[in-house]
């Protein structure tokens, strides 16, 4: 089974500050990346994903990530992030396409 | 497309009691997979129907049920409940035709057990 990691439970970052959030997988095997983002008292919206090709994909609300094969990891970064980016952020990864397993979540909160 | 409803969205049950949660899928998806969350656990997953059969399933106790309709349309059940299943239960829909389909996830069913 594939585990993912993410380092950061929490994260605060000024506004208009860059930020990155850290994911690592466990396989090494084909497999596909998604970053989600889960609002309060909301269920989660895809921010982007990584099936294959280039391995920087650009997602929703100014987020990117960059796929790294080599160690396995996915970090989401944005270069500015806003007050409304103030959510719960989960990494997942899925190489079967119907069993997606999630990280634990990073917090991020943006200070004005 | 309407996005995938979970019904209903908050339920308080007492220990021993069971529960029936439901999710509607965006139409055309047949996949749906049911996640429990709760804080510092993450999202951990129940289990996933396709078209009516369970394909895959998480490492819960069989106290945890589910089960897919011909519409789609899917039923968790838990039964005699217990504290810990207190979390928020999630569901999401996808195509799931071939690999990297994404899943789009409903508001959620808070339950709370006391």
């Known amino acids: 089974a594939q585990s993912v990691t993410q380092l950061d439970s929490q994260v605060p970052v000024f506004e208009e500050a860059p930020v990155e959030l850290r994911c690592n997988y466990s396989s090494s095997v084909s497999v596909y990346l998604f970053w989600y983002v889960q609002y309060p008292n909301q269920g989660l919206q895809l921010l982007l994903k990584y099936l294959s090709g280039s391995t920087l994909v650009k997602g929703i609300n100014g987020f990117e990530a960059e796929f790294n094969k080599s160690q396995t990891s996915f970090h989401l970064r944005k270069p500015s992030v806003h007050i409304s980016d103030t959510a719960e952020y989960f990494c997942a990864v899925t190489n079967t396409g119907n069993q997606f397993y999630f990280g634990t979540g990073t917090s991020l909160t943006v200070i004005p | 497309k309407a996005g995938v409803t979970q019904t209903p969205r908050y339920l308080i049950k007492t220990r021993g009691q069971q529960v029936t949660l439901s999710c509607s899928p965006i139409?055309?998806?047949?996949?749906v997979s049911w996640y429990q969350q709760t804080p510092g656990q993450g999202l951990q997953f129940l289990f996933e129907?396709?078209?009516?059969?369970?394909?895959n399933k998480g490492n819960f106790p069989g106290r945890f049920s589910g089960r897919q309709f011909s519409n789609s349309r899917s039923e968790m059940n838990v039964s005699t409940l217990e504290l810990g299943d207190s979390a928020l239960y999630l569901c999401a829909s996808s195509l799931a035709d071939r690999g990297g389909e994404t899943q789009y996830f409903g508001p959620g069913t808070r339950l709370l057990v006391l």
């Open positions: 139409s055309g998806h047949r996949s």
């Open positions: 129907y396709f078209s009516e059969t369970q394909r």
